[in-house]
Antibody
Framework: QVQLQESGPGLVKPSQTLSLTCTVSGGSISSGTYYWSWIRQPAGKGLEWIGRIYSSGTTNYNPSLKSRVTMSVDTSKNQVSLKMTSVTAADTAVYFC????????????WGQGTLVTVSS | DIQMTQSPSTLSASVGDRVTITCRASQSISSWLAWYQQKPGKAPNLLIYKASTLESGVPSRFSGNGSGTEFTLTISSLQPDDFATYYCQQYNSYSTFGQGTKVEIK
């Protein structure tokens, strides 16, 4: 059974960089056709797709966030990472990582999510 | 950007009711649509993909229909465990979600 676990600082100051890691267990991130996505959800609001990454490092970002987002992969640790620069209070949200069955397909496994608050 | 609009935003229903949620895309997305269920404090759970394919392990009372720009999620007989928020997601171009439909107890 694949499991995903997000981790990282719960509090980030405005203008700084948000950094999160998603650790995958129960399967290799390099196997198959899977992509790994990040999605966020502000409190009481809907879901926003941030972007995706393949084990080769190929990425695809939401155009509205592209200028501030970088994703990376560490196959040796079975981890994918998210960095978002110049954060503001509007970036306060629960951040989820999820497995995408193949490029541009449905999200079949999700992490439990981690709350990131942007505040001084 | 492809915008996804769900209706209604809130739906009040009773156990045993048949309920239908609609999701409209701002342009054609063929059948590249998924539905998720989310309960408070939890991650979304995949119910249906490719508009009408039931994810493994999901009860058969859930069904999806549609193509192009209009899609529906139907729960044939609402169960206590089904009170939750439902989201549609298009994955034809990048990915966008609808704003959600909360199914609450009447």
């Amino acid at each position: 059974q694949v499991q995903l676990q997000e981790s990282g600082p719960g509090l980030v100051k405005p203008s700084q960089t948000l950094s999160l890691t998603c650790t995958v267990s129960g399967g290799s991130i390099s196997s198959g056709t899977y992509y790994w996505s990040w999605i966020r959800q502000p409190a009481g609001k809907g879901l926003e797709w941030i972007g995706r990454i393949y084990s080769s490092g190929t990425t695809n970002y939401n155009p509205s966030l592209k200028s501030r987002v970088t994703m990376s992969v560490d196959t040796s640790k079975n981890q994918v990472s998210l960095k978002m620069t110049s954060v503001t209070a509007a970036d306060t949200a629960v951040y989820f990582c999820a497995r995408e069955v193949r490029w541009g397909q449905q999200l079949d496994y999700w992490g439990q999510g981690t709350l990131v608050t942007v505040s001084s | 950007d492809i915008q996804m609009t769900q209706s209604p935003s809130t739906l009040s229903a009773s156990v045993g009711d048949r309920v239908t949620i609609t999701c409209r895309a701002s342009q054609s997305i063929s059948s590249w649509l998924a539905w998720y269920q989310q309960k408070p404090g939890k991650a979304p759970n995949l119910l249906i993909y490719k508009a009408s394919t039931l994810e493994s392990g999901v009860p058969s009372r859930f069904s999806g229909n549609g193509s192009g720009t209009e899609f529906t999620l139907t729960i044939s007989s609402l169960q206590p465990d089904d009170f939750a928020t439902y989201y549609c997601q298009q994955y034809n171009s990048y990915s966008t979600f609808g704003q959600g439909t909360k199914v609450e107890i009447k």
